[in-house]
């Protein structure tokens, strides 16, 4: 229970902290860029996982029904 406040502090903190940031010029930019590298980071995961998937699917069909 104590690890949950703790972690419900943290959240907050860094929420407060993000607000602050965001205020000046600067902190809009690097926030922007800080933005920007994880959407880029997520989109390759996905696309990662949608090649993968797309493999597996493709695998499966070639392969005889055992069944």
């Known amino acids: 229970m104590k690890s949950i406040l703790w972690f419900t502090v943290g959240v907050a903190a860094g929420f407060a902290v993000a607000h602050q940031v965001n205020q000046t010029k600067q902190g809009r930019d690097f926030l922007s860029a800080v933005d920007a590298k994880a959407r880029a980071f997520g989109h390759a995961i996905a696309e990662g ?18 069944l």
């Open 49 to 66: 996982y949608h090649a993968r998937d797309a493999e597996l699917r493709a695998e499966q069909a070639e392969a005889p029904a055992t």
